[in-house]
């Protein structure tokens, strides 16, 4: 079992930054890789961010790449995702996932069903 407990959300201005921390607990051992998802009312949950656990490859959707990083402390069996040149169409609950099987494409990263555990989220708004 494992769980996930998102920080970092809150209310920031179009062009700031925010970075949104990830700190699993449990079987940790177990996990494969890490994801970042977004949820907008009335939306679907779109793909964010995600990254190997060993931290060697990442994958962004092209909504974000450039502007949001995705990393990996050792130390703190942390994941973070840092997000500059917000935008108010960033404005979402941000999820945590993470998945104990390994992924045969990029392509399966971006899909929810892959992943086992998910984070309560934590909420992102930006104005203008």
């Known amino acids: 079992q494992v769980q996930l407990v998102e920080s970092g959300g809150g209310l920031v201005q179009a062009g700031g930054s925010l970075r949104l921390s990830c700190a699993p607990s449990g079987r940790t051992y177990s996990l494969r890789g890490m994801g970042w998802f977004r949820q907008a009312p009335g939306n679907d949950r779109e793909f964010v961010a995600a990254?190997?656990?060993?931290?060697?490859?990442?994958y962004y959707a092209d909504s974000v790449k450039g502007r949001f990083t995705i990393s990996r402390d050792n130390a703190k069996n942390t994941v973070y995702l840092q997000m500059n040149s917000l935008k108010p169409e960033d404005t979402a609950v941000y999820y945590c996932a993470a998945r104990t099987s390994f992924a045969p494409s990029t392509y399966i990263w971006t899909v929810p069903n892959w992943y086992d555990y998910w984070g309560q989220g934590t909420e992102v708004t930006v104005s203008s």
């Open positions: 990254i190997r656990w060993s931290g060697s490859s990442t």
